[in-house]
């Protein structure tokens, strides 16, 4: 007799997945070679920025006091004593009505506290000479040491996704090297006896094995480095072995397929074998309703759906923010939003439903033939649209969720059911 399987809600699979994924430590890799990387400690700023005062403009630094008054009948002359441009340092002090022609991004000599613009000099006779035909506030047209940031401010929290800014900032403090959450070893499992090589040609029964290059690449856009095993047909003995050596060489394994009822789906009798903890093998959602996961001390096997949709949605809400999990990040979960359904979706969703689909910033729409074992909706879908278990019979102008894909950094909390 069929063991009986209960579904739990998406939210509790998630939470069950997350409570278990331990964070493995951390290493230093050169600043060149840290995006997509996690930050291991919080960036704090060692000096400030700017760490002096200096020109916006190109122009000349002024005392503004010295341009009290000034009007185009009651033009102001300055002479200038020195002249700068960036990197160069004035040694003179300013007196009274004079400049320092300075370029921008340069140190604003001592003494003057306001930059006339070369746009707002007038060229007078005399050389080394300028008029100016309005007053200058004090700070005006200035760059004001720490005014981006102050010496000792946290600027990033640990747990941050390295981006071009984070590459910017660590650069600004001569980090030449980044202390970086350590990143998972994947393997990655694909079972099936119909299953053949990329480049083998197709026989009777027989399909190409999409699902692990596609979860590679799924990896590949976290930044998580994969191990590709040999695909295994549906024999258990073939599939333990692999299973085995995988959990040896890597930090969890990833299968697809074997993984549901089926007489020569052998993924449950594998985890009884392996003795491993299993987390959850039925979730109310469709696609990827079989995705099963379960752990040995702290070592991950999800199993995933042969169904490649099912496999690319089980992937993209349970791997995703578990590894990022061991990876230290803060924000887990995918990037959430809110848009109007582009036409009628009629099906019945008695599970949570996850739509692959096109979003364009205001609509959303299925990316076409949509069923679990749909391959063409996965590559032509940015999106998932996520339709409530329990509900039917969506609108064109309805408003429902949507989760982004494929982006950096999502958000720290999961808030759908
Ligand atoms: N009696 C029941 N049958 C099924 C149930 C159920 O609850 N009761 N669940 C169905 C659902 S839902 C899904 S999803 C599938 C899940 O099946 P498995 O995870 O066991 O996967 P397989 O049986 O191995 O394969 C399913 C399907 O996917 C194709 N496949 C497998 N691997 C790959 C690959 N690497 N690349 C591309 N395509 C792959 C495979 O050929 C099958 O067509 O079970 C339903 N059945
Ligand atoms: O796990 Mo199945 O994908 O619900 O279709
Ligand atoms: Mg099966």
């Given at each position: ?22 964070p ?13 990387r ?18 916006p403009?190109?122009?000349f ?18 002479t ?51 008029m ?23 600027v ?46 197709l ?102 759906s ?9 992937f ?17 979960y ?60 969506f ?23």
């Amino acid at each position: 007799m069929l063991e009986a399987r209960t579904p739990i809600p998406v939210s509790e699979a998630v939470a069950r997945v997350i409570e278990k994924a331990l964070p493995l430590g951390s290493e230093t890799v050169l600043l060149a070679e840290s995006y997509g990387r996690i930050l291991a400690a919080p960036l704090v700023a060692t000096h400030d920025v700017p760490p002096f005062n200096r020109a916006p403009y190109d122009g000349f630094a002024i005392r503004s006091q010295d341009s009290a008054g000034a009007s185009n009948e009651n033009r102001i002359t300055f002479t200038v004593v020195d002249h700068i441009g960036a990197g160069e340092v004035s040694h003179k002090t300013l007196g009274e009505r004079e400049a320092v022609r300075i370029m921008t991004g340069a140190s604003v000599p001592s003494g003057a506290n306001a930059v006339v613009m070369l746009e707002q000099a007038i060229s007078s006779e005399a050389e080394a000479t300028f008029m100016i035909r309005k007053p200058f506030a004090e700070q005006e047209n200035l760059s004001l040491r720490g005014e981006d940031m102050r010496e000792g401010e946290f600027v990033i929290p640990a747990g941050s996704f390295i981006n071009p800014g984070t590459a910017a900032l660590l650069a600004t403090f001569g980090y030449g090297e980044v202390e970086v959450a350590k990143r998972p070893v994947v393997g990655v499992l694909a079972t099936g006896t119909e299953l053949l090589e990329v480049h083998e040609a197709l026989t009777p029964g027989k399909i190409r094995n999409s699902n692990g290059p596609m979860i590679s690449t799924q990896l590949a856009r976290m930044g998580v480095p994969c191990k590709m095993y040999k695909m295994a047909s549906d024999n258990l003995e073939e599939c333990l072995v692999a299973v085995r050596k995988a959990m040896e060489e890597t930090d969890c394994l990833i299968t697809t397929g074997g993984v549901s009822v089926g007489d020569f789906d052998y993924l449950p009798a594998i985890y009884e074998r392996i003795q491993a903890e299993v987390l959850f093998n039925k979730v109310a959602m469709r696609p990827g309703s079989v995705t099963t996961v379960a752990h040995v001390d702290g070592y991950f096997l999800f199993g995933l759906s042969g169904n490649p949709s099912a496999c690319y949605t089980g992937f993209e809400l349970f791997v995703r923010p578990a590894l990022l999990k061991k990876m230290g990040a803060q924000k887990l979960y995918l990037p959430r939003t809110k848009a109007v359904l582009a036409g009628d979706f009629t099906k019945a969703n008695p599970f949570t439903r996850f739509v692959r689909a096109v979003y364009d910033g205001t609509h959303v729409r299925p990316a076409g033939f949509n069923k679990s074992n749909a391959v063409s909706s996965i590559a032509r879908g940015d999106s998932l649209i996520v339709l409530p278990g329990g509900t039917r019979g969506f609108k064109a102008g309805d408003v429902v969720d949507v989760l982004l894909l494929g982006v950096d950094e999502g958000l720290s909390g999961w808030a759908l059911s």
